[in-house]
């Protein structure tokens, strides 16, 4: 196959903030995948790199060669192909076992963990190389969030509210993200969704009933 292009990709530009989306009214990002402009907006970095990949190999969208393509680009070596390009085939390929979109099935499916673990491999062999710590989270995001029903709801909740500001080039620190889902246990969700920003999630103050007394 050939390669339009060297691992890294060539993701669009990014929004320079978090801002509602016209369709469900929250902050672009936190309807994916159920929203069409949320995903539309969300799912434009990959279909970027996947529409080179097709015109590099000659490929018509929607065509049957085009899963046909998504099938030989999980086959290739690792690196061999963007992540987004990696993602994107995942998405056009049904799991044998399951049949459901691969790496989303539940947990017990080996089509779908296998697919994963290479996903995650791309990762671990490019950051910070070819690919920033904000793609990867992004990448988790999306990743989380399409296979929502098989992760803990505390994660799932995590990526939904963190997703427009990570969209926007933020990315949660290890400190940030353990904040948060501190606050998520808390079922301080409805605050978490008024913050602008990771940090503003970040810092909400403990409630008084969670905090220590001196």
């Given at each position: 196959m050939a390669q339009p292009y060297p691992p890294g990709g060539r993701l669009p530009a990014r929004p320079d903030a978090a801002?509602?989306?016209?369709?469900?009214?929250?902050?672009?990002?936190?309807g994916y995948p159920t929203c069409v402009t949320c995903a539309d907006r969300v799912d434009t970095y990959w279909r970027a790199d996947w529409a080179a990949l097709l015109e590099g190999e000659g490929v018509t969208e929607g065509a049957p060669e085009e899963r046909e393509l998504a099938t030989l680009v999980l086959a290739d070596d690792l690196g061999a192909h963007p992540w987004t390009c990696l993602d994107w085939a995942m998405r056009l390929v049904t799991c044998p076992l399951c049949r459901t979109e691969?790496?989303?099935?539940?947990?017990g499916c080996m089509s779908c963990a296998n697919a994963d673990q290479n996903r995650w491999a791309w990762d671990h062999a490019a950051v910070p190389k070819t690919m920033t710590r904000n793609e990867h989270a992004l990448r988790l995001a999306v990743a989380t969030l399409r296979a929502a029903r098989h992760r803990r709801k505390s994660v799932v909740a995590f990526w939904h509210l963190s997703l427009p500001f990570v969209l926007a080039g933020a990315t949660p620190t290890a400190r940030q993200a353990r904040r948060i889902r501190t606050h998520?246990?808390?079922?301080?969700?409805?605050?978490?969704?008024?913050a602008d920003s990771l940090t503003a999630m970040a810092i909400l103050p403990d409630l008084p009933?969670?905090?220590p007394t001196p």
């Open positions: 801002k509602p989306c016209p369709a469900c009214g929250d902050l672009v990002g936190r691969l790496g989303t099935g539940n947990p998520l246990l808390a079922n301080r969700h409805e605050d978490l969704a008024e009933w969670r905090t």
